[in-house]
């Protein structure tokens, strides 16, 4: 592995870490709900983009998709010595699913806060009488 | 409490979660550099990834295939359809749960026609928008029925349906969709048709051990415990994948309109709400 390759993965392990920084931040620390939502599907992201990282190849990687219906031995082992790992792409499938519908129910949670109380505020919300 | 007192407590709370957050970063880089996640990126693959990638379009060794040549879709509805299983019934009741918050009590169908007379976006902005959505919603089947032969799948296919919808709305209007009889009272049934049909492509082989043959719920393919069953993995040319493509396209109705009725549960205009509010 070159030197600027190995830079260019130092630099993106570090994006995600700051990322995760930042969802984390923003869901303990924004008294709006919203921005704990969007803080929240921040961190899920970038926690696939961490597992999508897992499972990428180094060198000559090619998609893990074999491109004829009629494979011949040689064609299933080069596929095998070169495509990505498809396993944490079909967890990340799964997960981003499951972070879409989530998210959606927990903005369900908050339209309905607002109309009934007329605030998105946290530390207002702790505040009333349910 | 006085204020110079509660303004001390937040600035601990602050040092607390500062300090927090620091720990947790030093000790993922610690986790990263010192291999938890195995050196990535390797040259080589996990020996399992191989196995998935070397045995799912393996023609010379059915007993293990899963006749899709899409690796990752293999493992989605074949390998570990489980998982998916599972996953599907977790969005069904996140779906569900919106749907209960935000329903209207008393009220079975919501129509804002004649209530409102919006005229929506310019008339650029519309024609551009009827054929994006036209776009969207061919793309979306084609992602549907091909997903065991090409990336993407009925979760994707479903995904990309919804924000057609979403699209619409945004343009046009909620009445532009109601006239096309885009409601809930639609959406819902088709949403229930996926998941049953899902589970009912999942227990056929269930229904076929009762006559007496052998098989696992969930079976693609003939297995080395279960060589007398199953599902013709393709006509020809139609490449069915065994029982993906059935789930792929179920899947696809499942979540196309289970978040459709989620965006039009968002669009039900405020002044309803507070009426059906008020009257409670």
Not at chain 1, 9 to 14: E, G
Not at chain 2, 35 to 58: C, D, V
Not at chain 2, 97 to 119: E, M, N, Y
Not at chain 2, 140 to 160: D, E, K, W, Y
Request: net charge positive; glycine share 8%.
């Amino acid at each position: 592995m070159t030197t600027l390759s190995q830079a260019l993965w130092i630099y993106m392990y570090l994006t995600l870490i700051g990322l995760i920084a930042v969802a984390v931040y923003g869901i303990v620390r924004r008294p709006n709900l919203i921005k704990k939502i969007i803080a929240l599907s921040i961190l899920g992201d970038t926690a696939n983009t961490f597992i999508i990282f897992i499972g990428f190849r180094r060198g000559l990687a090619t998609v893990p998709i074999l491109p004829t219906l009629n494979p011949t031995l040689e064609q299933l082992i080069a596929f095998k010595n070169t495509a990505v790992d498809p396993l944490p792409q079909c967890l990340v499938l799964t997960a981003i699913v499951i972070n879409m519908s989530v998210t959606a129910f927990l903005t369900a949670l908050a339209i309905q806060l607002y109309r009934l109380y007329g605030t998105l505020d946290v530390r207002e919300a702790v505040k009333l009488k349910w | 409490m006085t204020a110079t007192k509660a303004l001390e407590e937040e600035k601990t709370h602050s040092l607390i979660i500062g300090v927090g957050i620091a720990i947790l970063l030093i000790l993922t880089i610690a986790a990263v550099i010192l291999g938890a996640t195995g050196y990535t990126p390797s040259e080589k693959i996990r020996p399992l990834a191989q196995f998935y990638l070397y045995y799912a379009m393996n023609i010379f060794k059915k007993e293990l295939w899963a006749a899709t040549p899409e690796a990752v879709n293999s493992m989605v509805w074949d390998y570990r359809g489980y998982d998916t299983l599972f996953e599907t019934s977790v969005f069904f009741l996140a779906v569900i749960g919106a749907v209960a918050v935000l329903r209207l009590p008393g009220v079975k169908d919501v129509t804002t026609k004649g209530i409102f007379s919006g005229r929506g976006l310019s008339l650029i902005v519309k024609v551009v928008t009827k054929f994006i959505v036209s776009f969207i919603l061919i793309v979306a089947i084609s992602i549907a029925i091909h997903g065991n032969l090409t990336p993407g799948g009925g979760f994707q296919a479903g995904a990309a349906v919804s924000i057609a919808t979403l699209v619409a709305l945004a343009a046009f209007s909620r009445i532009f969709l109601e006239e096309r009889h885009i409601t809930t009272k639609l959406m819902l049934p088709i949403r229930v048709i996926g998941v049953v049909g899902i589970g009912l492509v999942a227990l056929a082989p269930a229904l076929i051990a009762l006559t007496g043959i052998f098989a696992f719920a969930m079976q693609n393919q003939p297995k080395v415990w279960a060589p007398n069953f199953g599902f013709p993995p393709g006509f020809g040319d139609f490449w069915l994948s065994g029982n993906q493509f059935y789930y792929n396209f179920l899947e696809f109705l499942a979540v196309g309109a289970g978040f459709t009725v989620i965006y039009l549960m968002y669009s039900i205009p405020e002044l309803i709400y507070k009426e059906v509010l008020k009257k409670k």
